[in-house]
């Protein structure tokens, strides 16, 4: 794990910050997202501390951020919420694909035939987002272990993010956007086609992405979101705006839009997402409070997004 300069005290200030529920939510994730960084033993618990809120949006960012640390200490946790089946779908997807990022894929690893156990138990759930979410970690955690390549080569992507699936090494935009698309093709084939177009980032793939919010399941089109996300293009806007307006359109997946029109940070973006302040989905509703100050940070170009010690200090 990392270590930084914060004391102790400053670290459980963070944490009693980001768990009091009194607090604005942009706030909240300011301070998550100043733990994540930290990265200690002591971060993980303060995190893990907070998974009774109520809000399944902070629930899930708080699993999400646990699965990029790849934080061991908090696979109990994690396992414990994936098998609550009265928490929020989303939440317990993203305890599915944390797991799947924790999970070393080496046969010295005394974790991983624990979470792929708990990963194998849902891998059939009830709700399509969780299910798919457990077979895409359980092919990552097999292809991690086939793999020639070292594990800590292969898990963190060029956006210094642990992905559910690794980049497909074809470069053809062509070919890629056939497999992206192809509703024949399985999800794992898919999503290595979508975060390989992410990594090329030509007008081209992200113009295929942005093609791809119309296709396949919630959490394929969820995770394209994502990706538009990373790559922060203005290009997408027009593709993100519509999906997050879709009424119809999972709230999984219009909350991620929102988060991407928030990481792309234009005047434009902003306008857009005040309109979605009252969305009648408490899960997009808070997605556009957190884009907002998301927004704010990219048009102010303030040196760090995640300064919580002057956050909770006021």
């Given at each position: ?68 640390m790849q934080a061991e200490d908090s696979v ?239």
């Amino acid at each position: 794990m990392g270590g930084t300069s914060f004391t102790e005290e400053q670290v459980q200030k963070i944490g009693s910050y980001l768990r009091d529920e009194s607090k604005p939510l942009k706030g909240r994730f300011r301070a998550l997202f100043t733990l994540r960084n930290i990265n200690t033993s002591l971060a993980v618990r303060e995190i893990c501390q907070c998974f009774s809120d109520p809000s399944a949006l902070l629930k899930h960012e708080l699993a999400y951020c646990l699965g990029q640390m790849q934080a061991e200490d908090s696979v109990p946790m994690l396992i414990s919420t994936l098998a609550t089946k009265e928490e929020h779908p989303m939440v317990r997807h993203e305890c599915g694909e944390a797991l799947g990022a924790i999970a070393k894929g080496t046969k010295n690893s005394a974790i991983t035939p624990l979470i792929t156990s708990a990963l194998e138990d849902h891998k059939k759930d009830p709700y399509p987002e969780v299910a798919e979410t457990c077979q895409l970690a359980l092919n990552r955690v097999l292809h991690l272990e086939k793999s020639a390549e070292p594990a800590e080569k292969l898990n963190v992507s060029k956006y210094n993010s642990v992905d559910p699936a690794f980049p497909s090494s074809c470069q053809d935009v062509t070919t890629l956007g056939e497999d992206l698309l192809s509703e024949e093709n399985d999800l794992w084939k898919r999503y290595r086609a979508m975060f390989a177009l992410r990594d090329i980032g030509s007008p081209e793939s992200i113009a295929l992405l942005g093609k791809a919010l119309k296709c396949g399941s919630a959490l394929f089109r969820h995770e394209i979101a994502f990706v538009l996300g990373q790559l922060q293009s203005p290009l997408s806007v027009t593709d993100l705006t519509d999906s997050l307006a879709d009424l119809a359109e999972n709230e999984m997946v219009r909350h991620e839009c929102a988060e991407a029109l928030g990481a792309i940070g234009t005047p434009e973006c902003e306008e857009i997402l005040k309109k979605f302040l009252e969305d009648k989905e408490q899960v997009v509703r808070e997605s556009v409070e957190v884009a907002l100050d998301i927004c704010e940070y990219e048009m102010t170009g303030d040196f760090q997004y995640a300064n919580s010690l002057q956050t909770v200090s006021t």
